[in-house]
Nanobody, 129 residues
Framework: QVQLVESGGGSVQAGGSLRLSCAAFGSAYSSYCMAWFRQAPGKEREGVAV????????YYADSVKGRFTISRDSAKNTLYLQIDSLKPEDTAMYYCAARPSGGYCTGSYWLSPVSYNFWGQGTQVTVSS
């Protein structure tokens, strides 16, 4: 069983930056695909970035390339999402997710919420114009 705890959300003005964190506890497998998702009110949960812990490979949704950066500190077992040039449309609850994997976690499959079996509770990001 893996527990994921997100933090770092908040209310910011457009153009600002935030760094979200996802601390992982209880990891039992050697490698995981870990991802950030977001869900705005009335919309479906959307995958934005994926990280393979076994090789540091990353994969991004086209809509966030250039503004979002996913990374991980293996010593702290913590996943990060750096969001720059924030826009009001980035307002959403941001979730961390994980699934054991021996692969590279690239491709649209890994941006789908059904591909993950461990989830955090989310951290809210609100961007004002």
């Amino acid at each position: 069983q893996v527990q994921l705890v997100e933090s770092g959300g908040g209310s910011v003005q457009a153009g600002g930056s935030l760094r979200l964190s996802c601390a992982a506890f209880g990891s039992a497998y050697s490698s995981y695909c870990m991802a950030w998702f977001r869900q705005a009110p009335g919309k479906e949960r959307e995958g934005v970035a994926v990280f393979f812990t076994g090789g540091s490979n990353t994969y991004y949704a086209d809509s966030v390339k250039g503004r979002f950066t996913i990374s991980r500190d293996s010593a702290k077992n913590t996943l990060y999402l750096q969001i720059d040039s924030l826009k009001p449309e980035d307002t959403a609850m941001y979730y961390c997710a994980a699934r054991p994997s021996g692969g590279y976690c690239t491709g649209s499959y890994w941006l789908s919420p059904v591909s993950y079996n461990f989830w955090g509770q989310g951290t809210q990001v609100t961007v004002s114009s």
